[in-house]
């Protein structure tokens, strides 16, 4: 029989002391060639910023390899930790160093976009949300995501990061107006 | 150099977790909850290669004391001396090795050591509250720390959170991370802790609650709890892809 699994508890308000890493916001070293911010804004039901949320971000790398055992392909090397974690700012605002993934193998032979897989911890989240990025760039491979098209076509639109100077932007609305899509994995 | 693109088996999927396991977002009596917790519901997507890998994050991560939250600074920590341990096993038993397993709490006195936490209890300049360790062979963690203790909030009138440790687990995919929080047996806070009773079976509650483990304890020097902490698990076979999405 299968065991009782452990319940999701919220990080609370508390949680820098123990999940903030000095280079928890660089998936790749400071100077890496081609690396972008991911940088936006968490918000709550009534737009405003919440300074106590966490995110940790999850990804191929340009080659659309990931860093563990059951990528069959074999491991992306290099100093690319596919990781990153950053917490948000009195503004609300987080920023992650990364490099822009590949298109990734999808179910069935598909091809998945390139895309980062997105997790939200906050005081006030019971649980964390799920989420991705997408590229606006990248409009055709959108297009054919298995993953965007199980999202309803109203709120494809929250999961696809704009360019900005140094990278993209996504921000991340909890609640209410411009909900986030999140996912049941 | 093989084609990133190529096609690849397809995996198989970690499990959904049971309804009742984990607390609902939107739990109105803690009352951070309301303006947090998503309205739309969550969209049941496919797992792909994305979500079956996972970060695994080693021993570069770890220094040499941070599984002793006594012995991080010059002196040793008020509070009575405790050692919190157990394993690390996904939802069939099986044991997940060599897994980062992060601990964040309050001293003694029910401080953190945190900015944001200035209720009129006294930090104790020898413990910060933050250990890590990595799970061995058996799965098993084991820290050495101090008893957390309860502390106000102000989610109600005299609100007070039940004593508690925090704890982030990896596992070894996407689906297995999980956020948590460990309580001690014989707690009288529970019944006006709305963390606590987000979680709405009595039996997912009780998987939250240490045990007392009087053989680990160590005579004249500690006292021990013992905790394990299970993960979802992971099905044999391929998702079926006729799945209902």
């Known amino acids: 029989m299968a065991l009782q699994l452990t319940p999701s508890q919220t990080v609370g308000p508390f949680f820098a002391i123990g999940l903030t890493w000095e280079d928890g916001p660089y998936v790749v070293p400071e100077g890496t060639e081609g690396a972008i911010w991911i940088r936006g804004q968490v918000t709550d039901g009534e737009g405003e910023p919440v300074p106590d949320a966490v995110i940790e971000t999850w990804q191929a790398d340009p080659d659309g390899r990931f860093d563990h055992p059951d990528d069959p392909r074999g491991p992306a090397g290099g100093d690319f930790r596919g990781f990153g974690r950053a917490g948000t700012d009195a503004e609300g605002r987080y920023g992650i160093l990364t490099l822009k993934p590949g298109p990734v193998p999808g179910p069935g032979g598909a091809t998945q976009a390139p895309h980062i897989a997105v997790s939200v911890f906050a005081r006030g989240l019971l649980n964390r949300v799920v989420t991705r990025v997408y590229f606006a760039d990248e409009a055709d491979a959108n297009a054919s995501d298995p993953v965007l098209a199980a999202v309803p076509e109203e709120k494809r639109g929250t999961l696809i990061a704009e360019r900005t100077d140094d990278g993209y932007r996504f921000d991340v609305r909890l609640q209410g107006e411009g909900e986030t899509a999140f996912f049941d994995i | ?245």
Request: proline share 10%; with cysteine.
């Open chain 2, 1 to 245: 150099m093989t084609d990133p693109t190529q096609a690849i088996p397809d995996l198989a999927p970690y499990r959904r977790a049971p309804e009742g396991t984990h607390p609902p977002l939107l739990s109105p009596d803690y009352a951070s909850t309301v303006l947090r917790a998503p309205k739309d519901p969550l969209i049941h997507v496919p797992q792909t290669l994305t979500e079956i890998t996972g970060p695994l994050l080693g021993e570069g991560r770890l220094g040499e004391l941070d599984h002793d939250l006594t012995r991080q600074h010059q002196g040793e920590p008020l509070g009575e001396r405790i050692i919190v341990h157990g394993r690390v096993l996904d939802g069939d038993g099986r044991p997940i090795r060599n897994t980062l397993v992060e601990v964040w709490q309050a001293n003694a006195a029910g401080r953190y050591q945190h900015e944001g936490d200035q209720h009129p209890a006294p930090l104790d300049p020898n413990f910060t509250g933050v250990g890590r360790c990595l799970t061995d062979d058996e799965g098993r963690y084991r820290f050495i720390t101090v008893k957390p203790g309860a502390y106000p909030w102000r989610n109600h009138p005299n609100a007070w959170r039940a004593a508690h440790i925090h704890f982030s687990l990896f596992g070894r995919a996407f689906p297995q991370r999980l956020v948590t929080q460990m309580y001690f047996p014989g707690e009288y806070l529970f019944f006006q802790d709305p963390i606590y009773n987000a979680v709405r079976e009595e039996r997912a509650r009780q998987a939250m609650i240490s045990r007392f483990d009087l053989d680990e304890t160590v005579p004249e020097w500690a006292l021990a709890f013992n905790w394990d902490i299970v993960l979802t698990g992971r099905d044999a076979t391929p998702q079926d892809e006729d799945e209902d999405h």
